[in-house]
């Protein structure tokens, strides 16, 4: 004789005799959901620690697709967190309706943060979804936001964890009875997630962009084969000023003799390549080969410490990221460059035309374009 699933609480109205409802179900979507949110957790430190390192953290500048791999992971996996978040959610769904709501002081707590866990959540599904579609709807920044938003989702799975661990483990040891209908649904659940992964994927792994159809940017699409994120538009800089005979890239600072150089002349100077990508923080990624002078070249002719941090300044006239910092273990990588042109050809505008930083393991937003000056601290 096959027993039909317990439900959830012997509480809940009777429209809720699914047994897709059931603990089981619930047991599994939320050890997948653990681990994926761990994922999301572990390579969101890495890019922000990335992108606002503090004093005494040195990022290496190899290997140099780390923060390809790392952001790609971070954001692809999190879309694929969506299907897996939202299945859970329906099952889980029937516990709204228990009567009575609370129990117990014990029970007030647990459903408090239930509700903190199940908001969090959402806000970092909901606001990095809005962020890779570049769609700020919302009057905070970001990237605080989603940074602090991301230790309170943990600090609740966790505690929800140890306190459901015992049932979760009992609920899915045991043998399953009459586990068609839950095994199908969760197989499901497990290949939306992994549509989600396989059509985004393509942003960051160039084979698969074709395929790439939920990805806002795709290897191969933008001038000089290369995506742009923010145009020279966006930042303020016009051709005109880019052309302009008076540039010149100025190396200041605390070296022993100042640099001043124009177009014609760094065109003069001995030239390098380096195959690097451009990888952002919306999960895109696109490899490209690069050309022009090594930045640790310009800082031997100027005379610096070995150990010394250099700042590049921007053309940009409005931006966060009109400033980046450049540590020694980067600009000491002879795949650090001073790029001129991309792909064979002189940089366009937009990729920061007349003068740009690439350099390997590097966000996209500290990739600064138009450089005007370099300053040593």
């Known amino acids: 004789m096959v027993r039909r699933a317990e439900p959830l609480t012997p509480s809940y109205v009777p429209r809720f005799k699914s047994r897709l409802h059931d603990e089981r179900v619930a047991a599994w979507l939320g050890i997948w959901l653990g681990v994926a949110f761990t994922s ?27 923060y390809r791999v790392t952001q790609g992971l971070h954001v692809i996996g999190g879309l694929a967190t969506i299907p897996l978040l939202l299945a859970k959610m329906w099952t889980v769904y029937p516990r709204l309706f228990q009567w009575p709501p609370v129990r117990s002081v014990g029970h007030a707590v647990e459903r408090a943060l239930i509700f903190v866990l199940v908001g969090a959540a959402l806000f970092q599904v909901v606001t990095g979804l809005l962020n890779i579609s570049y769609w700020y709807a919302f009057p905070f920044f970001f990237t605080s936001a989603h940074y602090w938003t991301a230790y309170i989702l943990v600090g609740a799975l966790v505690i929800h964890v140890v306190n459901k661990w015992p049932k979760v483990h009992r609920t899915v040891m045991k043998h399953p009875e009459d586990g068609l209908n839950r095994r199908g649904f969760l197989l499901g659940v497990a290949a939306a997630s992994g549509t989600v992964a396989v059509t985004m994927v393509g942003e960051a792994f160039s084979p698969l962009a074709k395929v790439a159809l939920l990805a806002p940017r795709r290897p191969g699409v933008g001038p000089q084969g290369v995506p742009v994120n923010r145009s020279a538009y966006a930042a303020g800089v016009s051709l005109a000023a880019a052309n302009d005979p008076a540039w010149r890239l100025q190396v200041t600072g605390r070296v022993q003799r100042e640099l001043s150089f124009s177009l014609e002349e760094l065109q003069a100077l001995p030239s390098h390549s380096a195959r690097l990508p451009i990888a952002c923080v919306e999960g895109w990624s696109a490899g490209a080969t690069w050309q022009g002078i ?43 460059l001073l790029a001129l042109s991309v792909n064979g050809e002189t940089l366009d505008l937009d990729h920061g035309f007349p003068c740009r930083l690439i350099a390997p393991n590097r966000p996209g937003v500290h990739q600064t374009k138009w450089v005007r000056q370099v300053i040593v601290v």
Request: no cysteine.
């Open 40 to 66: 999301a957790f572990v390579t969101g430190l890495i890019s922000h620690f990335m992108q606002q390192p503090p004093g005494w953290l040195m990022w290496p500048s190899r290997p140099v697709n780390l």
């Open 294 to 336: 090594r930045l640790r070249d310009l800082l031997h002719m100027a005379g610096v410490a070995e150990d010394a941090r250099v700042r590049l300044i921007s053309m940009e006239v409005r931006g966060i990221f009109r400033t980046s910092w450049v540590s020694s273990r980067h600009w000491h990588d002879p795949l650090t």
